[in-house]
């Protein structure tokens, strides 16, 4: 492999990003999650109860990650990354736009809805590229396929992978997330001591620890800003005009 060294940017995304696209968060007033409970559609109970409910709910959301389309965000990000700066993307989100903008280098914390995957045996897992999940859809094994997803309670199976990414960080932004859901969050505890931390989010000041940049602008102006900065510099660093 070869050696790399062009200064790395680490970007951890939450739903913050996705928003601004439509895709609803599960903390918004309205929308899919503000009618139905999480603990009765997102929880491996709720699964064990009543999977074709789980199932249906899976299957709108996945519609409507399919009508979304990346935003600023998420096109800057890529373009920087096509322009030749070494870029690790790092999301909590389940749909695909980080992608779908562009960028090579994602890691799904928390899995990915337009994937299904077995019940049986984890490591078989299947595209959705149309379509949904129904009771009676089944992996090569005859098991029940479920929404490839992490549901509250289960464990986060590439959060060691995702640690080994942000302690190689020469910067980190983090990107609409309130820094609230675990063990995502504590990402920011592997940062390299010498290494920045931005937060572009409209609550930054507010949600930012100690220690971290606060960008206070939706991630469709603040990213897009910060990407122009880099460009023009052809470098990492944390502009002060974007600062308050």
Same mark, same amino acid.
Request: contains cysteine; charged residues 25%; hydrophobic residues 40%.
């Given at each position: ?7 790395? /940017? ?12 439509g $895709?609803?968060?599960f ?7 503000a ?29 409507q ?10 096109k800057?990000?890529?373009a /920087? ?17 980080h992608?779908?903008?562009?960028s090579?280098?994602v890691?799904?914390?928390?899995g ?11 490591r ?12 009676g ?20 199976p590439?959060?060691?992978?995702a640690?080994?990414?942000v302690?190689?960080?020469d910067?980190?932004?983090?990107v609409?997330?309130s ?18 931390s ?8 507010? /949600?930012?620890p100690p220690?971290?940049?606060? $960008?206070?602008?939706?991630a ?16 990492l ?8």
């Open positions: 492999m070869a050696d790399d060294r062009r200064p790395h /940017l680490v970007v951890f995304t939450g739903s913050g990003i996705s928003a601004e696209s $895709i609803q968060t903390r918004a007033r309205d929308g899919l999650w009618e139905h409970p999480i603990e009765e559609v997102a929880t491996p109970h709720a699964w064990r109860r009543d999977p074709e409910r789980v199932l249906q709910f899976y299957n709108r959301r996945r519609e990650v399919r009508r979304a389309r990346p935003n600023a965000a998420h800057a990000l890529a /920087l990354e096509h322009q030749g700066f070494r870029i690790s993307v790092i999301t909590q989100n389940i749909d695909d736009l992608e779908r903008a562009g090579r280098n890691l799904h914390l928390h990915e809805i337009l994937q299904a995957r077995s019940t049986v045996d984890t078989l897992r299947y595209p959705l590229p149309r379509g949904g999940i129904e009771l859809d089944v992996c090569d094994k005859g098991g029940q396929l479920r929404p490839d997803v992490v549901w509250f309670g289960e464990s986060v590439h959060f060691a992978e640690c080994d990414i302690a190689e960080a910067l980190l932004l983090v609409g997330t820094l609230a859901v675990m063990p995502a969050a504590s990402l920011l505890d592997y940062v390299p001591l010498d290494a920045p931005i937060l572009v989010d409209p609550e930054a000041e507010a /949600l930012a220690g971290v940049t606060r $960008i206070s602008q939706p469709g102006k603040g990213v897009p800003d910060l990407a122009r900065h880099w460009r023009r510099e052809g470098r660093w944390v502009p002060e005009a974007l600062l308050g």
